[in-house]
């Protein structure tokens, strides 16, 4: 009898009991909601690695006795881990109160094989990255599309990617072009620094180099006017041009004024601020 290929190996007794510890923490999670989405807890869980061992290890140390015989790193390491696991579980539980705003209507969208994917591609980054503020932005990423359906889930790897990529330094740049469309580089700078700095300096360097990736990316433009069709429209040559300057275009031109693009309002949407439209919504 010829052997079938297609078939998956059965699973281990650990990796058995390892889902059961899963989803038992999925369960805790959840609270009293009737498993409505187990699935997206076992999907975050299982985009983290050291879950799993942390679940394991924490199981396995438990009499004080094994716990003497641990050694510093391991205590450490064990320490480090649990206070990363509470942290996940709010945040966990913190998605799942902005689901309970939009109603049952989202079941279809969250039990998706589409956004099962996208929440665990989140959490792999969710974890990697290394400060708080880029934790609130995938929060919100994943909160948000689990209830919407005005944002296509090619955006959503996007802007996941954005968030891996920028710095917050990058995010500050984006916080005050959308507070203020139509705002200078100097305006940028005020707002976010007030001081003034040389052109030659390390600070002036890298404000030019945040305007730069945030231009090539795609995120922010050159304010430039459309007509009827959504068609940019070319810059007026002026009749009476200015004598060339001896000096080179300032990093913190008061002149040509920055705006977001299509792209950067829907991360700003998404990531930065807490209201979307539900499902089937108006925007």
Known sequence: MEPKYDQ?????????????????????????????????????????????????????????????????????????????????GLTLASIIERFDEFGEELQERIQSEEYLTLVRRAFRSWDQVETEEKREYIRRLIGNAGGTKLCPDDLVRLFIAWIDLYHESHFAVIREVYKSPGITRAGIW???????????????????????????????????????YGEFMRKQKQANARRARPTMKSAFDDVEEYELTELGQQFVHYTMGELVSRLGGAA
């Open 8 to 88: 998956l190996p059965a699973p281990s007794a650990e990796e058995l009991e390892l889902e059961a510890k899963r989803n038992a923490l999925a369960i805790t999670i959840e609270g009293r909601r009737s498993g409505k989405y187990a699935r997206v807890l076992l999907s975050a869980l299982s985009g983290i690695p050291w879950v799993g061992s942390l679940l394991g290890a924490a199981a396995t140390y438990t009499s004080e006795k094994e716990q003497e015989q641990l050694s510093e790193l391991q205590r450490l390491w064990l320490q480090e881990h649990q206070a990363k696991l509470k942290r996940l």
């Open 190 to 228: 005020r707002a976010i620094h007030g001081a003034s700095v040389r052109e030659n300096s390390a600070e002036a360097d890298l404000f030019k180099l945040l305007i730069r990736d945030l231009s090539t990316g795609g995120v922010v433009r050159q304010h430039r006017p459309t007509n009827e």
